[in-house]
């Protein structure tokens, strides 16, 4: 059981904008940056972005993040086949003084 | 480039210890933070704790206080996570990070507890 709630898959056609969310508390999203991490499986994560909308470069801006009080979202823009991967979530949480990290929503491109 | 190496693939019996390791280069190994996070197979990402390269300072997840011990080694600018009493469930792949942020990562260590 995760301490960040991501839904557990999501999907969208190629050039479509897909939405991605992680819900929390006010321990972790609603008082600490969200950082959100792309996943091929058998590789290491990858950071994309954070809810400052900040982004490692050459991370394209089609990815975007954003929060609203409790919960954060990662938007992917003109969606692409190599967009299809593992996406998390994660936060620092100040009650239990460590990272906390969504479930992981598996994205599908059709 | 910055860049985090990280030790081969171990395999151990339940009740072993294994110690992994995470060599950085090109970046200045005590100007940042280092954590390990651990994935089962299947599974998602879990942070078990950081290490700060220039005291040595430990903070660890709940979950595996007593159990794991991060240590370092400057000279060679070389992180290290060791698990101790490792059952079958412990089988997983490790990854060290840097930054809290975690901007770069290690490329991941397979440890398989099977007796």
């Known amino acids: 059981q995760s301490v960040l709630t991501q839904p557990p898959s999501a999907s969208g056609t190629p050039g479509q904008r897909v939405t991605i969310s992680c819900s929390g508390s006010s321990s972790n999203i609603g008082s600490n940056i969200v950082n959100w991490y792309h996943q091929v499986p058998g590789t290491a994560p990858k950071l994309l972005v954070n809810t400052n909308n900040q982004r490692p470069s050459g991370v394209p801006d089609r990815f975007s993040g954003s929060r609203s009080g409790t919960s954060a979202s990662l938007a992917i823009s003109g969606l692409q086949s190599d967009d299809e991967a593992d996406y998390y979530c994660?936060?620092?949480?100040?009650?239990?003084?460590?990272?906390?990290f969504g479930g992981g929503t598996k994205l599908t491109v059709l | 480039q910055m860049q985090l190496v990280q030790s081969g693939a171990e395999v151990k019996k339940p009740g072993a210890s294994v110690k992994v390791s995470c060599k950085a280069s090109?970046?200045?190994?005590?100007?940042?933070?280092i954590h390990w996070v651990r994935q089962a197979p299947g599974q998602g990402l879990e942070w078990m704790g950081w290490?700060?390269?220039?005291?040595?300072?430990?903070n660890y997840a709940q979950k595996f206080q007593g159990r794991v011990t991060m240590t370092r080694d400057t000279s060679v600018s070389t992180a290290y996570m060791e698990v101790s009493s490792l059952r079958s469930d412990d089988t997983a792949v490790f990854y060290c990070a840097r930054d809290n942020d975690f901007r770069v990562w290690g490329q991941g260590t397979l440890v398989t507890v099977s007796s």
């Open positions: 290490l700060h390269p220039i005291t040595g300072t430990t």
């Open positions: 090109g970046y200045t190994f005590t100007d940042h933070y």
């Open positions: 994660a936060a620092w949480d100040d009650s239990l003084s460590g990272v906390v």
